[in-house]
């Protein structure tokens, strides 16, 4: 039987990666905007489906839609390749922009690839809608790792001691032991369950869900993140389409 799974869907034939990075490279190496009729033909997709990937992408400024009604390439891209430091480069250097379009698409929340950098984590390629600008504005400033879901879920993967980590932020050695013990337990879940489910300390108004993906056969282990208010504090919904991304990231990425 054929396969009638939604081409952009975590895992489908060919996978979102490839079908967004077609649309990508022809838009750039274009001299001037492209209809969506001229899109479908040169990256041979319907389109019904370029259509509606054409929405996520111009509404996270990866495409900008012309009053023709054409398409070029927009500036997003550039503003990641003008963002200092080795968390843009780990980003700029792994093709997983496409995935996180696709996740942002499947659960309409903040979407986000987390790095850990020392005893901190910054997010990079954030993809968010109107009703999360000021969030998402938030998370563009390194966090303290070990007051955010990423964060903790990438010192658990990285084996951190977590007396090490709350030693200098809690007075008192009763109250270090305690907190130590209680991450240590909340390390250990994340490790069995592949999954980090925590309330922002460092943005109250966000909670987080996130899971560890290796960027490649040799790459560093990052944290793919699904955020939303604590007024929708609920994530369990979409864990298993986090989890779906991933593996869909990590097949694609083996042979890097």
Do not use: C
């Amino acid at each position: 039987m054929d396969d009638e799974r939604d081409p952009l869907t975590p895992g489908a034939a060919g996978g979102p990666l490839r079908k967004t990075l077609a649309v990508l490279e022809v838009l750039a190496e274009a001299a001037r905007p492209l209809t969506l009729s001229e899109l479908s033909r040169l990256v041979d997709l319907p389109k019904s489906t370029l259509h509606r990937l054409m929405r996520v992408l111009t509404d996270n400024g990866l495409a900008v839609r012309k009053e023709s009604k054409s398409y070029e390439l927009g500036t997003y891209l550039l503003r990641l390749a003008a963002t200092s430091g080795p968390a843009s480069a780990q980003w700029l250097n792994y093709p997983v922009t496409p995935f996180l379009i696709e996740l942002f698409q499947l659960t309409n929340r903040i979407v986000s690839l987390g790095t850990l950098s020392g005893t901190k984590v910054q997010h990079v390629g954030t993809l968010y809608g109107q009703e999360h600008v000021r969030l998402a504005m938030a998370l563009r400033q390194p966090v303290p790792a070990h007051r955010s879901a990423a964060g903790r879920l990438l010192l658990a993967m990285a084996r951190r001691n977590p007396a090490d980590l709350v030693a200098t932020t809690v007075p008192g050695s009763r109250v270090v032991s305690a907190r130590a013990d209680a991450m240590r337990r909340e390390f250990e879940r994340i490790r069995r369950t592949g999954l980090s489910y925590a309330r922002s300390e460092h943005i109250p108004e966000l909670v987080e869900l996130a899971a560890p993906v290796r960027l490649g056969r040799a790459g560093p282990m990052a944290a793919i993140v699904v955020g939303d208010t604590v007024m929708n504090r609920d994530l369990r919904s979409v864990a298993r389409v986090l989890l779906d991304t991933v593996d869909a990231i990590e097949q694609d990425l083996v042979a890097v």
